[in-house]
């Protein structure tokens, strides 16, 4: 006796459906894609920073002393830049000078302020910013006047920047206290000025 049973139907091999695979693997691909845009951006840099655009305003030169600060605002509506000296015919030299914020100075009158000048090779200019040489910030040094400078006065000063290369600017002289009306904020001047 035999048996009319039917035979088992063979099963055919299922592939899993691609779109499941896509779903299960979605989260890897976009960490690798994220992964690809960091590493193209942070070393390959694909997109050329921009050059410096320098500008000064409200220049002025101490008028009382030698050595003597120049002073003024200098706005960078562009890339990074570094301000690497200054020269002016009217000094044998020029130093940059910024404050050290890790010193402070007192007298037997006043509280301890922050900071000392120290001097410099090279100034940084970051992009898009605004640089103050004010009195008790950065400022620019002339020593060794070849004349006595008069208020109202013009000097020239050449600053040589590493990517703009030369701007040359004219300094009025004025007192310190007129310098400290242009400059600075009302609230950072001392008593009397």
């Not at 120049?70 to 002016?88: P, Q, R, V, W």
């Not at 509280?111 to 200019?125: C, L």
């Not at 007192?175 to 600075?184: E, K």
Request: proline fraction near 11%.
């Amino acid at each position: 006796m035999t048996s009319d049973s039917p035979a088992a139907a063979p099963t055919p091999d299922r592939k899993p459906d691609i779109y499941s695979r896509i779903v299960r693997f979605a989260p890897v691909f976009v960490v690798l894609f994220c992964i690809g845009i960091l590493v193209v951006v942070g070393f390959v840099r694909p997109f050329k920073s921009p050059s410096p655009d320098l500008s000064t305003r409200t220049e002025l030169i101490g008028a009382e002393n030698d050595p003597t600060g120049a002073y003024f605002i200098l706005n960078n509506a562009g890339g990074s830049d570094t301000l690497l000296s200054a020269t002016s015919p009217a000094a044998r030299s020029i130093e940059l000078q910024i404050i050290d914020p890790t010193t402070t100075t007192s007298t037997p009158n006043m509280p301890a302020t922050g900071g000392t000048y120290i001097t410099v090779d090279r100034i940084d200019i970051p992009g898009f910013t605004e640089l103050k040489f004010i009195p008790g910030g950065d400022q620019l040094l002339l020593s060794g006047l070849t004349a006595p400078l008069s208020v109202g006065q013009k000097i020239p000063i050449t600053l040589q920047f590493e990517k703009a290369g030369a701007l040359t600017i004219e300094a009025e002289v004025q007192p310190y206290s007129a310098i400290a009306d242009l400059l600075l904020p009302p609230r950072l001047k001392l008593p009397g000025q």
